[in-house]
């Protein structure tokens, strides 16, 4: 410790986090969740704080976007600074019509269309899946909470900007809930090194029809899936 990309000191980082991709938000959660949050990183400007939510200790942190930027990032988080419980928390693109604008989406699984997964040289696709127990938990409190949420799988994407028009229809007609760009690296890191993940998603917008989610409406929907996070991790 440090690593090349965390300049946290033993101890500063707690074995739960939370992991946003925009590192201001990050900040945000740390700011308006969090009481006595300390900084323990600045490197790249991908801001981590730890802090305690309802007495139990929490880290929060940013990862960037894109599974190549979150595979970094959750790699030296649980094989270097020991953190054993880690969430996604962050937003997504519905392409299924019963999956709305605003609700939650707790990832069961996730498929993708990167090569994330060549570097364990299995014969074969392994299948990525968030911690059942973290996931059942989840689930549990979005029906205590009353929550607009939905379970399943989620597909994480190597790009935003797809040349193939349209290539999402194809993942909806098998039941994909919705768009990211992480879990997947998340899912298959931890896994590989016996730590716990999942993803919780906020649908921010929809490639159904079109529509997408102001400022205002961001924020407080955003709250609900954090609050939903720190209560299960």
Known sequence: MPTPHIEAKEGEIAESILLPGDPLRAKYIADNFLENPVQFNR?????G???????????VMGTGMGMPSIGIYSY?????????KLIRVGSAGSIQPDVKIKDI?????????????KQFKV?????????YKML???????EELKLRYHVGSIMSSD????????SWKKWSKMGV?????????LFLTATSLQASALTICTISDSLITGESMDHQDRESALGQMIGLALDII
């Open 105 to 117: 989406v707790i990832a069961q699984a996730a498929s993708t269309n990167s090569n994330f997964s």
């Open 43 to 47: 490197v790249r400007n991908m801001l």
């Open 49 to 59: 704080y730890t802090g305690y939510y309802q007495g139990k200790r929490v880290s």
């Open 123 to 131: 014969r074969g696709v392994i299948s990525a899946i968030s911690d």
């Open 76 to 84: 030296e988080l649980i094989k270097f600074y020991g953190v054993k």
């Open 177 to 185: 809930t919705c768009l990211e760009m992480e879990a997947y690296a």
């Open 159 to 166: 790009t935003f900007y797809d040349f193939e028009k349209g």
């Open 136 to 142: 059942a938990s989840a689930a549990t409190r979005a």
